[in-house]
Nanobody
Framework: VQLVESGGGLVQPGGSLRLSCAASGSGTLRFNMYVMSWQRQAPGKERELVASMYTPSSTNYGESVKGRFTISRDNAKKMVYLQMNNLRPEDTAVYYC????????????WGQGTQVTVSS
Protein backbone atom coordinates (compact mmCIF):
# COMPACT_ATOMS: atom_id res chain seq x y z
CA VAL A 1 0.00 0.00 0.00
CA GLN A 2 1.24 3.48 -0.86
CA LEU A 3 0.59 6.35 1.52
CA VAL A 4 0.70 10.10 0.93
CA GLU A 5 0.33 12.59 3.78
CA SER A 6 -0.78 16.19 3.50
CA GLY A 7 -1.93 19.04 5.71
CA GLY A 8 1.19 19.90 7.67
CA GLY A 9 2.41 23.42 8.15
CA LEU A 10 3.17 26.20 10.59
CA VAL A 11 0.64 26.96 13.31
CA GLN A 12 0.66 29.04 16.46
CA PRO A 13 0.39 27.43 19.89
CA GLY A 14 -3.22 26.68 20.68
CA GLY A 15 -4.07 26.35 17.01
CA SER A 16 -5.37 23.39 15.01
CA LEU A 17 -4.34 21.39 12.00
CA ARG A 18 -5.85 18.44 10.19
CA LEU A 19 -3.53 15.92 8.59
CA SER A 20 -4.71 13.63 5.83
CA CYS A 21 -3.30 10.39 4.52
CA ALA A 22 -4.38 8.90 1.21
CA ALA A 23 -3.87 5.19 0.62
CA SER A 24 -3.58 3.46 -2.71
CA GLY A 25 -2.42 0.11 -3.99
CA SER A 26 -2.39 -2.28 -6.88
CA GLY A 27 -5.47 -4.33 -7.47
CA THR A 28 -8.32 -4.14 -4.99
CA LEU A 29 -7.07 -2.50 -1.80
CA ARG A 30 -8.92 -3.91 1.16
CA PHE A 31 -8.39 -0.68 3.08
CA ASN A 32 -10.84 -1.61 5.80
CA MET A 33 -8.53 -4.46 6.78
CA TYR A 34 -5.58 -2.17 7.48
CA VAL A 35 -4.60 -0.84 10.86
CA MET A 36 -3.81 2.83 10.30
CA SER A 37 -1.52 4.86 12.50
CA TRP A 38 0.11 8.23 12.82
CA GLN A 39 3.56 8.44 14.29
CA ARG A 40 5.84 11.42 14.68
CA GLN A 41 9.51 12.12 15.05
CA ALA A 42 10.99 15.30 16.43
CA PRO A 43 14.65 16.24 15.89
CA GLY A 44 16.89 14.22 18.17
CA LYS A 45 14.03 12.08 19.42
CA GLU A 46 12.77 8.61 18.68
CA ARG A 47 9.70 8.07 16.57
CA GLU A 48 6.61 7.76 18.75
CA LEU A 49 3.04 6.66 18.33
CA VAL A 50 0.53 9.47 18.06
CA ALA A 51 -2.62 7.51 17.29
CA SER A 52 -3.75 4.28 15.72
CA MET A 53 -7.08 3.00 14.53
CA TYR A 54 -8.59 -0.18 13.14
CA THR A 55 -12.23 0.50 13.81
CA PRO A 56 -13.85 3.40 15.67
CA SER A 57 -13.99 1.20 18.75
CA SER A 58 -10.33 0.23 18.52
CA THR A 59 -8.23 3.35 18.76
CA ASN A 60 -5.09 4.16 20.73
CA TYR A 61 -3.45 7.47 21.49
CA GLY A 62 -0.10 8.51 22.83
CA GLU A 63 -0.37 9.91 26.34
CA SER A 64 0.81 13.35 25.32
CA VAL A 65 -1.96 13.83 22.74
CA LYS A 66 -4.96 12.31 24.51
CA GLY A 67 -7.85 14.72 24.59
CA ARG A 68 -6.30 16.97 21.93
CA PHE A 69 -5.88 14.77 18.84
CA THR A 70 -8.46 12.61 17.11
CA ILE A 71 -7.82 9.93 14.51
CA SER A 72 -10.52 9.01 12.02
CA ARG A 73 -10.83 7.14 8.75
CA ASP A 74 -13.05 7.00 5.70
CA ASN A 75 -12.79 3.50 4.29
CA ALA A 76 -14.75 4.38 1.16
CA LYS A 77 -12.25 7.10 0.29
CA LYS A 78 -9.24 5.14 1.59
CA MET A 79 -8.31 8.08 3.80
CA VAL A 80 -7.18 8.49 7.38
CA TYR A 81 -7.13 11.79 9.22
CA LEU A 82 -5.56 13.28 12.30
CA GLN A 83 -7.34 16.27 13.79
CA MET A 84 -4.93 18.12 16.05
CA ASN A 85 -6.29 20.74 18.43
CA ASN A 86 -4.67 22.89 21.09
CA LEU A 87 -1.29 22.36 19.52
CA ARG A 88 1.82 22.88 21.61
CA PRO A 89 5.41 23.64 20.60
CA GLU A 90 6.35 20.12 21.70
CA ASP A 91 4.05 18.74 19.00
CA THR A 92 6.54 20.00 16.42
CA ALA A 93 7.70 16.99 14.42
CA VAL A 94 7.48 15.17 11.13
CA TYR A 95 4.26 13.20 11.14
CA TYR A 96 4.15 9.88 9.34
CA CYS A 97 1.17 7.85 8.27
CA UNK A 98 1.62 4.11 8.35
CA UNK A 99 -0.47 1.06 7.63
CA UNK A 100 -0.32 -2.66 8.03
CA UNK A 101 -2.71 -5.42 7.15
CA UNK A 102 -4.37 -6.62 10.30
CA UNK A 103 -2.43 -9.50 11.81
CA UNK A 104 0.62 -8.76 9.65
CA UNK A 105 2.56 -5.95 11.36
CA UNK A 106 5.67 -6.83 9.37
CA UNK A 107 3.85 -5.63 6.28
CA UNK A 108 3.86 -2.03 7.56
CA UNK A 109 4.11 0.72 4.93
CA TRP A 110 5.07 4.32 5.56
CA GLY A 111 4.32 7.64 3.93
CA GLN A 112 6.96 10.26 3.25
CA GLY A 113 5.96 12.39 6.22
CA THR A 114 4.62 15.91 6.64
CA GLN A 115 6.18 18.62 8.79
CA VAL A 116 4.17 20.19 11.59
CA THR A 117 5.71 23.21 13.28
CA VAL A 118 4.05 24.84 16.27
CA SER A 119 5.59 28.21 16.98
CA SER A 120 4.64 31.79 17.66
Amino acid sequence: VQLVESGGGLVQPGGSLRLSCAASGSGTLRFNMYVMSWQRQAPGKERELVASMYTPSSTNYGESVKGRFTISRDNAKKMVYLQMNNLRPEDTAVYYCNAYFRGEPDSRSWGQGTQVTVSS
